[in-house]
């Protein structure tokens, strides 16, 4: 599993080392995060937690607090019905089941864990790494968790290219995912060989884009130093690594044959947010199009 969504019962996070556990354990770097299950649940366990601390203490529960929320806190999107938590918690998870329900009313580890210290049944290493077909949904489904709010999407692929026939079905699915939320995609690939081709298409491309989305695609050179190799997509909050594109190949068989899909760690995501940006690239920029040029707009 790529991202598994936990519900942890805000009542359960009772001291700051199980504050601080649970920041040792979640992250998008390692596939597991926390649903804000109810919305108030920051609110919720820094309330119980910051009575009576003095001010060093009070501090420490606000950086925990800001780091599992910038890193692993995701907003639920279901629907909390009712006064009691195990109750709501069990009653949404048969309709879109987290993958752990946390200071649960029962034990069934690791579905159901009655208190955070049994959080050491379940096995994080298993986290952060998924098999699928290289079909755009299947390619782009189980990134749903990082994509939720993100205000900015990047993409690298060398071999990416507007010319492609189903570079607009992995682009589309996106856009599913996204649901109407405004959002600025960047796609990073290495330099054309006919400039005139690309623009053609690129504006073709701008025939299926929503109204909320602004596009800029990048052409590289590394001139030929490998440096641009690495297929990637990496929002604010965290990364995945494409083993083979993010692009659907044309033939049909080898849209079947599987790839793997793994998170990036803090790192990695840094030095990506570093080397891809609009004002300077990690290798030189022989082209940019977008969206919200003139010329360029559909």
């Known amino acids: 599993m790529l991202f598994a969504e936990f519900a942890v019962n805000p009542v359960q996070v009772d001291s700051i080392d199980k504050l601080a556990m649970l920041k040792g354990s979640f992250d998008f770097s390692r596939g597991a995060l926390i649903c804000t299950f109810p919305n108030s649940w920051v609110r919720q366990v820094n309330d119980q937690l910051t009575d009576g601390l003095n001010d060093m203490q009070r501090k420490r529960v606000t950086s925990l607090l800001t780091t599992l929320r910038d890193r692993a806190l995701i907003k639920s999107g279901r629907e909390y019905v009712g006064d009691n938590w195990h109750q709501a918690a069990r009653l949404v998870s048969e309709e879109k089941p987290f993958f752990s329900i946390v200071g649960s009313d029962n034990h069934a580890p690791p579905q ?17 790494s998924i098999d699928v077909p290289r079909q755009a949904a299947d390619l782009i489904r189980p990134l749903a968790p990082l994509l939720i709010g993100a205000a900015k999407i990047r993409l690298v692929d060398p071999y990416a290219c507007p010319t492609k ?16 939320r405004r959002c600025a995609i960047e796609i990073y690939s290495e330099e054309a060989a006919d400039f005139d081709l690309v623009k053609a298409h690129f504006r073709q491309l701008l025939q299926h884009l929503p109204e909320n989305i602004n596009l800029s695609w990048f052409w590289l050179n590394d001139g030929d130093t490998g440096q641009l190799h690495q297929r990637l997509l990496f929002t604010e909050r965290g990364g995945v690594i494409f083993d083979r594109g993010f692009i659907e190949p044309n033939a049909r068989e080898q849209r079947q044959v599987s790839t793997n899909l793994r998170t990036m760690t803090k790192t990695q995501v840094d030095n990506a947010t570093r080397d891809y940006n609009d004002t300077q690239t990690l290798v030189p920029r022989v082209l940019r199009l977008s969206s919200v040029d003139t010329e360029f707009r559909s």
Do not use: P, Q, W, Y
């Open 112 to 128: 159901h864990l009655s208190s955070i210290e049994l959080l050491e049944h379940v096995d994080f290493e298993a986290l952060g």
């Open 165 to 180: 026939a189903n570079v607009t079905a992995v682009l589309k699915a996106l856009f599913d995912v996204l649901n109407g």
